[in-house]
Antibody, heavy 117, light 106 residues
Framework: QVQLVQSGAEVKIPGASVKVSCKTS????????ISWVRQAPGQGLEWMGR????????IPAQSLHGRVSMTADTSTTTVFLELRSLTSGDTGVYYC???????????WGQGTLVTVS | DIRMTQSPSTLSAFVGDRVTISCRAS??????LAWYQQRPGKAPKLLIY???TLQSGVPSRFSGSGSEKEFTLTIDGLQPDDFATYYC?????????FGQGTKLEI
């Protein structure tokens, strides 16, 4: 079955960068975009951006002000999210999800807790 | 960017009740709208897409309706597992921003 498995929890100091991975399986990797969504403690869902694994095209959320990058490794069917210049406001759970433009987010990773302190 | 406004923000109900959650978009969406359920400590789960199409495996007590700017999610016959937070989201847009969420409480 389709699965997205994310890397483990991270603790970072302000100003550092974090890289989260999302290992996919059970479907053709290049046929679906992967989106990233985060959730601050007690808050709602914030879309961060998406990547098309076939082309490598990235559409980031404007609110992240160029601090985010995403990559896709077709050899391992894994997508990576990197967020730079971390602040305490970046603390939260980060999710990857299969879906993008014209595709609902139908399968989600289990989430990765990122703590900036 | 498209702004999504859900109402109410919090909803109290009993097991067995019928409840409706509303979602209003700042731009016309056609039927390109999805609903998600999120239980505490868990990843969101897709319930409905294309405004009214039930995702595989989702119980039939969930239903969605609406188009363009006004959408609703209805749960008919609440079960204990349904007490969660629900989000709407447009997904035919460059920036698919979620609604702020509706928390359904017992």
């Amino acid at each position: 079955q389709v699965q997205l498995v994310q890397s483990g929890a991270e603790v970072k100091i302000p100003g550092a960068s974090v890289k989260v991975s999302c290992k996919t399986s059970g479907y053709t990797f290049t046929m679906y975009s992967i989106s990233w969504v985060r959730q601050a403690p007690g808050q709602g869902l914030e879309w961060m951006g998406r990547i098309s694994p076939d082309t490598g095209q990235i559409i980031p959320a404007q609110s992240l002000h160029g601090r985010v990058s995403m990559t896709a490794d077709t050899s391992t069917t894994t997508v990576f999210l990197e967020l730079r210049s971390l602040t305490s406001g970046d603390t939260g759970v980060y999710y990857c999800a299969r879906g993008g433009y014209a595709d609902p987010f139908d399968v989600w990773g289990q989430g990765t807790l990122v703590t900036v302190s | 960017d498209i702004r999504m406004t859900q109402s109410p923000s919090t909803l109290s109900a009993f097991v067995g009740d019928r409840v409706t959650i509303s979602c209003r978009a700042s731009q016309r969406l056609g039927t390109w709208l999805a609903w998600y359920q999120q239980r505490p400590g868990k990843a969101p789960k897709l319930l409905i897409y294309k405004a009214s199409t039930l995702q595989s495996g989702v119980p039939s007590r969930f239903s969605g309706s609406g188009s363009e700017k006004e959408f609703t999610l209805t749960i008919d016959g609440l079960q204990p597992d349904d007490f969660a937070t629900y989000y709407c989201q447009p997904y035919n847009t460059l920036f698919p921003t979620f609604g702020q969420g509706t928390k359904l409480e017992i």
